[in-house]
């Protein structure tokens, strides 16, 4: 039910390159900067990439982002265990006025 | 870096209110802040935000008349009430702060959650 589209789960090996879709429409990552999140249980949710493709400070180069036209991607090159958590995406929606979310993607690191 | 920190845990009863408090620290609370919520198996929903600066508040059309949202900047803490609770509501609500003063600034930090029990 989620306005963003994203895969439930992913999975992948240490060291591996794991990527993790989101879909949406032209009200939001059609229109906006979308932006990703990592949420480990318990925790506050932890900003990853910001306007499509940006890394806050501290935040890995493993991680990096891309967008075209209603889609986006996260993509985790050299997987970590530390890496197991939940991704989220997220932007905002011109029609809706307001934040709209993926329903997450839990990945688990074999 | 800015932290927010939230209200403890709450338990309510059908047809009460809950009040929940985020405060922050170690940044500026001109931002804006939204309130987002996660119920069990399901994603997150923005509920609505205020910009202190502007002085102005929005909600997601499901919520309102049943949200309130308010900051008090000399105190640096906002708070999200939610009034008419069902067991719908039960969810873990979460604050987040935006880069900017406007609500469609992305959220750079977001509160630990404040998890709400709705039950007779």
């Known amino acids: 039910q989620s306005v963003l589209t994203q895969p439930p789960s992913a999975s992948g090996t240490p060291g591996q390159k794991v990527t993790i879709s989101c879909s949406g429409s032209?009200?939001?990552?059609?229109?906006?900067?979308l932006n990703w999140y990592q949420h480990l249980p318990g925790a506050a949710p932890k900003l990853l990439l910001y306007s499509d493709n940006q890394r806050p400070s501290g935040v890995p180069d493993r991680f990096s982002g891309s967008k075209s036209g209603t889609s986006a991607s996260l993509s985790i090159t050299g997987l970590q265990s530390e890496d197991e958590a939940d991704y989220f995406c997220a932007a905002w929606d011109d029609s809706l006025n307001g934040w709209v979310f993926g329903g997450g993607t839990k990945l688990t690191v074999l | 870096q800015v932290q927010l920190v939230q209200s403890g845990a709450e338990v309510k009863k059908p047809g009460s209110s809950v009040k929940v408090s985020c405060k922050a620290s170690?940044?500026?609370?001109?931002?804006?802040i939204s309130w987002i919520r996660q119920a069990p198996g399901q994603g997150l929903e923005w509920m609505g935000g205020i910009s202190p600066l502007l002085g102005s508040t929005s909600y997601a059309q499901k919520f309102q008349g049943r949200v309130t949202i308010t900051a008090d900047e000399s105190t640096t803490t906002g708070w999200m009430e939610l009034s008419g609770l069902t067991s719908g509501d039960t969810a873990v609500y979460y604050c987040a702060r935006g880069v900017g003063q406007y609500l469609i600034s992305y959220l750079d930090s977001w509160g630990q959650g404040t998890p709400v029990t709705v039950s007779s």
């Open positions: 032209s009200s939001n990552i059609g229109s906006n900067i």
């Open positions: 170690g940044g500026s609370f001109k931002n804006a």
